[in-house]
């Protein structure tokens, strides 16, 4: 199936310049004149006609109020033209070198005339405007100065000027403060909203002025973003040098994000409108001819589902405007090494290009394209996937690769100090909790109130401005994209698209980016016939990571013979080689699955371990696989095995503390109690409560008074240590 291309189409508009029209009307004469000689047309007629034209011209400067002398010249026009045409049909001499003569004179003079009148009328009307203007702004600043007086009681306050948005939508107040009074309360948006009777989704934002001292009062007067705003579909070549637009913010001004330099965060809580808002952004980047996009959902995939649909399904486009979807944990642990990697690669590689251009930043091209990651629902992103993407936030802006994060919820648990810091571009779309704004945009506290973004597809946006200042949240209104805009714009985007730059993927990690669809396809589509523009992509060797057993992460800088164990060829795999193949247990589970199996094992042994050799845990003779058994053990540091509980009698170690014990192991050893509650699907306080009793029982404290940080940069919070809980299976063992 090919892609529809709309054909040129013509414009039959009546918007043309004064002196065109002019040439135009003294062309039309000529011809008449020329063609009526030849046939004999009365002159009468060409009178006729001039004397109509005359009085349409007249009637209409009325109507449009144009100057009365105006109005005489072009009646006066007409005439003239009308004249000459009934003298040189009279003389059937339209074809004669005096005839052409005077018309040429005549023509030169209409089109001076012409430009000379509009922009005489131009000038005379920008000048009524500005009037009017100003008579308007002189009435709002006594209104603004008697409003602010009253309400505040403020003396020695000036109001320097009133200006009007485009759009008749709003309009902003600049007002000097005293010096007594540098600041409006903080409640004064809301009283001044209420004292105007302000629509809803309309208000009233106050913001700091140019000086000291200034404030700017921005008056909302109509409700934009009551109404859907439709996405713009112009295709035109962009670049990430320039900012992206979300929408529009009350005033009617444009909600952009500069994603080139810093990260991005997009929170919103469930039917708010953040899936929208996302493929907005989508959009907006795959306008570019020099940004790479990668996706991040192990959901399923669903931010990127709908830009693959013309590419995997339909056909239309030649390549993905997608370049690599991480579906799941695995794939995202293999993208995100790639990224780590290109950025060491690309810091070396691109010396000379960043001195050419005297910056310390990587210029960006479609032969050297910036690299976006955008990431949904963090919340379900394990604790590695989250460092891995702090160390891209905070290592890739040089290199010029970038993140986008999105989750539900602006709450510590989900938005962390660390994230908040990254992320200088912030969306927060509507949420019923004021206080998870606050803490999105702890420096627009004073000024928030969810009542400004009312609307579905509303929320509060926050980025630096040109000047690379972050500015403060405002509201805004998202565009609405829907399935068809998205099937519309794949296929026009898709040829512009860049590739990743082979410096980028010089690196060890970098060999399985080729095969990436031929891994992710057949997960997202299982066994449905794809479109043939898939081939190229998926009609290669598939290239698997071993798996790390001691982790559950794929080894995607080379194979550790200490840490893993052979592998087996993948399903599907053509076998023989370990870079296409994957670590999997006997039963044939891959990855997290896998570990998943070796932890259950554990637990279910009931066999009591050789004793332990001095120096070491479990080392006994070799027994082949008890051997085996032995090193997992060890690895993931199973005590409840080790503690030497009796043989003969039921283990008197709560299961709810084994089961603990392993998801914390498994985790790192540390774990915030309300990740541990949802690994072992329980609910947190619940959690808590019961754990808190079962370590007392036996006397054991966790340090710090229970608080913990789990992860680099993470905020401390209550959580549990692989030690204690280890220490408290102990004491159980021990019959204390």
């Not at 018309?103 to 000048?127: D, F, P, Q």
């Not at 989250?386 to 040089?398: E, H, I, P």
């Not at 040109?466 to 509201?475: G, H, M, Q």
């Amino acid at each position: 199936m090919t892609s529809k291309h709309k054909g040129l189409a013509l414009d039959w508009g009546w918007d043309i310049a004064p002196a065109t029209g002019a040439v135009m009307a003294a062309g039309g004469a000529y011809s008449v004149a020329a063609a009526g000689g030849l046939a004999g047309l009365p002159p009468g007629y060409a009178l006729l006609a001039a004397g109509t034209g005359a009085l349409a011209q007249g009637g209409a400067d009325l109507y449009q109020r144009r100057p009365l002398a105006h109005g005489i010249a072009r009646c006066t026009a007409w005439l003239t033209v009308g004249g000459w045409t009934a003298v040189a049909l009279s003389g059937h001499n339209a074809l004669t070198w005096g005839a052409a003569g005077w018309w040429g004179a005549g023509t030169a003079a209409a089109v001076v005339l012409a430009r000379g009148l509009a922009t005489a009328e131009e000038r005379g009307k920008s000048e009524r405007v500005q009037r009017k203007l100003q008579k308007w702004a002189n009435g709002k600043a006594g209104e603004w100065h008697a409003r602010l007086a009253t309400l505040f009681r403020l003396e020695g306050h000036k109001v320097d000027g009133v200006l009007p948005w485009k759009g008749d939508v709003g309009y902003t107040v600049r007002v000097q403060m005293p010096e007594d009074t540098p600041e409006l309360p903080s409640d004064a948006d809301r009283k001044l909203a209420a004292a105007l009777r302000l629509p809803r989704g309309g208000g009233v934002q106050i913001t700091d002025g140019m000086v000291y001292g200034e404030i700017q009062i921005r008056v909302t007067a109509k409700d934009v973003m009551a109404a859907d705003l439709p996405y713009p579909l112009d295709t035109s070549p962009a670049t990430i040098n320039d900012p992206i637009g979300l929408g529009l913010h009350p005033d009617a001004t444009d909600a952009e994000m500069r994603l080139l330099d810093a990260c991005a965060l997009l929170v919103g809580q469930v039917g708010s409108g953040k899936p929208n808002t996302l493929n907005v952004a989508n959009g907006a980047i795959l306008k570019t001819d020099d940004c790479v996009v990668w996706h991040i959902d192990t959901t399923g995939a669903g931010i990127s589902l709908p830009w693959l649909r013309s590419w995997s399904v339909t056909g239309e486009s030649r390549v993905p405007v997608i370049d690599w979807t991480a579906d799941t944990v695995e794939e995202a642990h293999i993208m995100l090494d790639v990224a780590i990697a290109g950025i060491g690669a690309r810091k070396a590689g691109y010396q000379d290009l960043m001195a050419s251009v005297d910056d310390d930043k990587i210029p960006v091209s479609p032969q050297v394209p910036a690299i976006l990651i955008v990431v949904d629902e963090i919340a379900e992103l394990p604790q590695p996937i989250m460092d891995k993407l702090d160390s891209v936030v905070n290592t890739g802006r040089a290199a010029r690769i970038r993140t986008f994060k999105c989750g539900l919820r602006a709450t510590q648990d989900v938005i962390t100090a660390a994230m908040k810091k990254q992320s200088r571009n912030r969306a927060g779309m509507r949420v019923s909790d004021p206080e998870e704004l606050h803490h999105l945009f702890p420096s627009g506290r004073g000024h928030l109130d969810p009542k400004a973004a009312p609307h579905k597809g509303c929320g509060f946006l926050a980025s630096p401005d040109e000047d690379d200042l972050d500015t403060d949240p405002a509201p805004f209104k998202a565009y609405r994209i829907t399935p068809k805009d998205i099937d519309h714009l794949s296929p026009q985007l898709a040829d512009r698209r860049p590739t990743p730059d082979p410096v980028f993927l010089d690196t060890e990690p970098g060999r399985f980016y080729a095969s990436r669809w031929g891994r992710v396809l057949p997960r997202l589509y299982k066994a449905r016939k794809l479109a043939a523009t898939t081939d190229p992509y998926t009609d290669l060797d598939v290239l698997y990571p071993l798996i790390d057993k001691a982790t559950g992460l794929p080894i995607t800088g080379g194979t550790d013979s200490t840490t893993t164990a052979p592998a087996t060829p993948a399903a599907g795999g053509t076998g023989g080689s370990t870079d296409r193949s994957i670590v999997t247990d006997a039963n044939g589970r891959f990855g997290a699955d896998a570990l998943a199996a070796m932890f259950a094992a554990t637990r279910a042994s009931t066999t009591p371990p050789p004793p332990a050799a001095p120096g070491g845990i479990g080392q006994g003779p070799d027994t082949g696989a008890g051997d085996e058994s032995n090193v997992i053990r060890a690895k993931f540091g199973a005590v409840i095995e080790q503690t030497g509980g009796p043989a003969d009698r039921p283990d008197p170690v709560p299961q709810l503390l084994r089961d603990a014990h392993d998801a914390v192991l498994a985790a790192g050893g540390r774990m915030h109690t309300a990740d541990l509650a949802d690994r072992l699907g329980l609910e947190a306080t619940a959690l808590g409560t019961e754990l808190g009793r079962l370590l007392r029982a036996v006397g054991v404290e966790r340090p710090g008074k229970g608080t913990i940080r789990a992860g680099a940069g993470s905020e401390p919070k209550p959580g549990y240590l692989a030690e204690t809980l280890a220490e408290a299976i102990t004491q159980y063992r021990n019959g204390q």
